[in-house]
């Protein structure tokens, strides 16, 4: 995996490049010793480690446009950061680049029941969104695994979403608005209160961004209202296939459960053994299956669901008999990747999504590729949506573990895209899925992706070696000179 090489002349005024950051962020807000520069090595994706030049801690929106400012004048690389729990490398530090970290944004704003809709700073993380408007009522919809500890900013930056996707959506899903600044400093806004705002959607493209056209600073994001009944189904299987089909059945039968999650049978023993919720540890493969609305809803839902779980053999069916064991069955898969954690020295996470249909074809080619490889793998899956989360066991100490365990992934991905899914489902692209980009898009494609992003970043200064497996120059891709505020083709109608 390969970074772009360091700017020398800018590892040369590194000490005057501080110093006038200081001047910006003064008090902590800037670090540069190299010991303190070490808890941001790497993100979540631990395999790639890189020291950044230097660290600054912003404190106001009005800082963060002045140290993009500053950078782009200097002709200096930064790559923005929440909260570092990103499985892609999205947030992986460059050795000349100033990584922004937007940690100290972590106040609630405003809170409005009455629309819906809370508006927070990008430091929040995403179950205090939750926290704040429970006593309410109300909760945040998309609950990643990490939501104890990653950032709306974050979500927002790879398009995270969670267990209760499926019925309510991934955090494009669930924004209303942003406020952004650009590379150049300057301040704009996307979106706002209104649940759908005119004109271009350009909303839609800073969600799932990944830190590339601008840094969040601020986030409208919609509130609901908590189910009036919520209840859990745990449905065990003789085999995954026999899982798989089951998910899809329930889907063709027009049943959209709240959350609708895998787990095989090593994540089973390993998630069991860590949180200890009576998870059975004779199935081959585990569905939880939530479903929430009115209370003759749910049950009638849940009597279609255990027909459809019957017919493709389930052995063992539980029915959550209140919310503390509703949340004791999804303690398990929260706690799934931690817990693997307890079986494998190391372990490689992978995001890819298929159709629901080719569930059952792709753990079989899962599996045979696991022989080839030599490496066991744990499969845990946001089954309802196709969105597969398989861990990869390896040993970092044994030489060429991590480099099979890499090949091996990138298989899975090529697997995905073969049946007709994409490279990610929430993870993001980052480093780690920036060589596959060709798979999935042709050079055109990826020709246009990079022109979005000359739109907003014509000195591509911003997170530079992500998403793209080679970036060309704006001037490369035809953007358009403008001199001395003078266009071609005056004429002609603008947006």
């Known amino acids: 995996m390969q970074m772009p090489l360091p700017d020398q002349r800018v590892l040369a005024r590194r000490d005057e490049i501080i110093k006038a950051l200081r ?37 106001t929106v009005e800082q963060v446009a002045a140290v993009l400012r500053y950078c782009k004048g200097q002709n200096i690389k930064v790559v923005p950061r929440g909260s570092g729990t990103s499985l892609s490398g999205g947030a992986l530090p460059l050795a000349d680049a100033v990584l922004l970290g937007m940690g100290r944004f972590k106040k609630i704003l405003e809170i409005d029941y009455e629309d819906r809709l809370a508006v927070v700073q990008p430091g929040v993380t995403n179950l205090a969104i939750t926290k704040a408007v429970e006593g309410e009522g109300f909760y945040y919809a998309p609950d990643p695994s990490s939501q104890i500890a990653c950032s709306i900013g974050g979500n927002v930056a790879e398009n995270s979403g969670g267990v209760h996707c499926l019925k309510y959506g991934l955090t494009t899903n669930n924004v209303l608005g942003v406020q952004l600044v650009t590379m150049e400093g300057e301040i704009l806004r996307f979106g706002g209160k209104a649940l759908e705002a005119p004109g271009l959607d350009l909303l839609g493209i800073i969600v799932g961004s990944e830190g590339l056209l601008g840094v969040v600073t601020e986030v409208t994001v919609r509130i609901l209202p908590k189910p009036e009944t919520a209840k859990a189904l745990l449905i065990g299987f003789p085999s995954v296939e026999a899982a798989g089909q089951c998910v899809a059945d329930t889907i063709a039968a027009g049943i959209i459960p709240a959350g609708m999650e895998m787990m095989d049978k090593p994540a089973i023993h390993a998630a069991e053994a860590f949180v200890q919720v009576g998870y059975p540890l004779d199935v081959e493969a585990l569905l939880i299956v939530e479903l929430d609305g009115p209370e003759a809803e749910c049950s009638h839902l849940i009597q279609e669901v255990e027909a459809i779980a019957r017919a493709n053999q389930a052995g063992m069916i539980r029915i959550s008999r209140d919310e503390a064991e509703r949340l004791a069955f999804w303690a398990g898969r929260k706690a799934a990747f931690p817990a693997v954690g307890r079986i494998s020295p190391d372990y490689y996470c992978m995001d890819g999504t298929i159709p629901r249909a080719k569930l ?76 596959l980009m060709p798979a999935m898009f042709s050079e055109g494609d990826l020709r246009q992706q990079q022109r979005l992003k000359c739109a907003f970043d014509p000195e591509l200064l911003l997170n530079p070696g992500k998403v793209f497996p080679s970036l060309h120059r704006c001037a490369e891709l035809g953007r358009m000179h403008v001199h001395r505020g003078a266009v071609p083709f005056p004429e002609l109608p603008r947006f």
Do not use: W
């Open 23 to 59: 001047q910006i962020v003064p008090g902590e807000g800037v670090i540069d010793a190299p010991h303190e520069l070490r808890p941001y090595e790497s993100d979540g994706l631990t395999a790639y480690r890189q020291p950044p030049m230097v660290v600054v801690l912003p404190e």
């Open 360 to 435: 059952p074809v792709v753990l079989r080619r899962m599996n045979a590729l696991s022989e080839q490889y030599g490496l066991g793998v744990a499969n845990v899956f946001h089954a309802g949506d196709g969105n597969l989360h398989p861990l990869i066991l390896y040993d970092a100490n044994k030489p060429g573990e991590l480099e099979r365990a890499e090949e091996f992934g990138a298989d899975i991905l090529r697997l995905c895209v073969e049946v007709g899914g994409v490279l990610t489902g929430e993870h993001g692209v980052g480093v780690e899925k920036r060589d």
